[in-house]
């Protein structure tokens, strides 16, 4: 997901991807996706999160990731 990141940022606003607005990331993610989108939320160039079914609310899993999110967040 990071390598996703930083290819928007790199490509945004050029050639065939002039409609990408780098300004503007989101991170979306479901199961082991949802883990690695709560990972991500904490690049600068991130705005918002989307978190389906990460299993971080599974009995024994932490919840203190969940904690450091302070952007906007779907769950």
């Known amino acids: 997901m990071k390598e996703c990141i930083e290819w928007v940022v790199k490509v945004a ?11 503007r990331l989101a991170v979306w993610g479901q199961s082991c996706g949802g883990l690695l989108s709560i990972e991500n939320a904490a690049d600068t160039r991130v705005t918002s999160v989307g978190i389906f079914n990460s299993g971080s ?17 779907s769950i």
């Open 13 to 23: 606003r050029t050639g065939n991807c002039s409609h990408l607005d780098a300004s």
């Open 57 to 73: 609310s599974m009995i024994g899993a932490s919840t203190a990731p969940l904690a450091t999110l302070n952007k906007p967040v």
